[in-house]
């Protein structure tokens, strides 16, 4: 569906519409997560260019969000004109997003709450997601989209992003039980070539199970999978993918040291750094035989293709984006400062692979490009710590 479509589909300026309610609920998580991020005082450390300790991240945190909070607020009373509130919805909660991240990135994190989580990694995530919402709620309601065309948008957004975490869940599951399977029949002990072994395995066999899942369950037929021949076009386009991609890499990494803005280290790269660079000659045709195929099947032809019928192709492939992200956190060490770089570069790569994806319809075509790129990294990863070219890795 175009996101610019029928008349039909939007709603006058004046109607009330269903985006100020969701952006009012997302923005006021964003107003209460500022707010404890200035109770706790983690972040009141960190002041805001010269005007010293006048404005902190934390006091403007809280008053983006109010601003964004307000707008919506406004514009569901009818007190502000959709045309009036909805910029100034978006821009205070865009705003927020940035202070969110800021504050991730250099508050000082008191003791932990559960899970390893501090209230700086809570507020701040908090602050980042209802700042999002803020945003993509204010657009909607500036397009003036209908109730209707919304609460489809939403609810394929709500499945796909649960298939997405669901084929997660699934990999683990399945990693479990191939290992208690190997280690019942063939193995003693699990060495780290094993682990990762098994780890590729288990991704293959949960992306596998739940697009068929999906297939089955939402009553679609197995020609869904957009599985074929490479014709001569889709060779074109995996090869410029490539380029495009490691060109985005290298961009992209010298953006985020120009700004300051760390990354985390994959939880695959520290053990190869801990002595086990070996693991990297095996991720190598695991890339392109399993990790590259796999992540691709379920992000990009089940996730990103199911969201065709409620959004445009542009759209589809930014919603799922932030998915494949999402569920990335975990193996860059979960809510951690140095996880905010890592996101933003696998949102950018996934960018690039959903387009390719929907530019070939053939999944086999970010799979390669998905693919090269893992492998080239862990064999340059592989060099960097054997000591035969330093310094190598972007």
């Known amino acids: 569906m175009d996101d610019t479509a029928a008349p039909s589909d939007y709603a006058s300026g004046s109607e009330e519409s269903l985006a100020s309610d969701i952006g009012a609920s997302l923005t006021g998580i964003a107003l209460f997560a500022a707010s404890l991020l200035l109770i706790d005082g983690v972040a ?6 010269s005007l010293g300790g006048a404005v902190t991240v934390t006091s ?5 969000a109010a601003i964004a909070a307000g707008a919506f607020f406004a514009r569901r009373y009818d007190v502000l004109d959709r045309r009036f509130a909805a910029p100034i919805a978006a821009v205070a909660s865009l705003a927020a997003v940035g202070v969110g991240g800021y504050a991730l990135v250099s508050g000082t994190p008191t003791a932990d709450l559960a899970f390893g989580l501090s209230i700086l990694d809570i507020s701040s995530f908090g602050v980042i997601v209802g700042g999002i919402g803020g945003v993509l709620a204010a657009v909607a309601d500036w397009l003036a989209i209908s109730d209707d065309r919304l609460t489809s948008m939403t609810r394929t957004t709500v499945v796909s992003s649960g298939v997405g975490f669901l084929g997660y869940l699934a990999l683990n599951v399945a990693s479990l039980l191939v290992y208690l399977v190997l280690w019942l029949t063939v ?14 395995l288990g991704l293959g066999i949960g992306t596998g199970v739940t697009a068929l899942a999906y297939i089955r369950l939402s009553d679609r037929e197995i020609d869904f999978l957009d599985l074929r021949v490479p014709s001569a076009r889709d060779v074109g386009l995996a090869v410029l993918g490539v380029v495009v991609i490691f060109g985005g890499l290298i961009g992209l990494s010298y953006a985020l040291q120009l700004i300051g803005v760390p990354s985390s280290s994959h939880s695959t790269v520290e053990q190869a750094r801990q002595g086990n660079a070996d693991i990297l000659l095996l991720l190598i045709p695991v890339s392109f035989l399993i990790i590259g195929p796999g992540e691709e099947l379920l992000f990009r032809n089940i996730v990103q293709k199911s969201m065709y019928d409620a959004f ?3 759209t589809a492939i930014v919603v799922a984006s932030l998915v494949f992200a999402s569920v990335h956190i975990p193996a860059y060490g979960g809510f951690t400062p140095g996880v905010i770089g890592s996101l933003a570069t696998i ?7 959903g387009a390719f994806y929907a530019l ?4 086999l075509v970010p799979a390669f490009i998905h693919g090269t790129l893992n492998a080239v990294q862990f064999a340059l990863l ?3 710590i054997s000591g035969y070219a330093p310094g190598l890795i972007v």
Do not use: C, K
Request: aromatic share 8%; proline share 2%; net charge negative.
């Open 312 to 314: 445009s192709r542009p």
């Open 60 to 64: 403007l945190g809280v008053a983006v």
């Open 187 to 200: 193995w003693s002990e699990m060495t780290a070539m094993r682990q990762q072994l098994v780890g590729a």
């Open 382 to 384: 592989y060099v960097e």
């Open 360 to 363: 070939s319809d053939n999944v």
């Open 347 to 353: 949102f950018t790569l996934s960018l690039v692979l």
């Open 44 to 49: 009141d450390d960190v002041s805001i260019g």
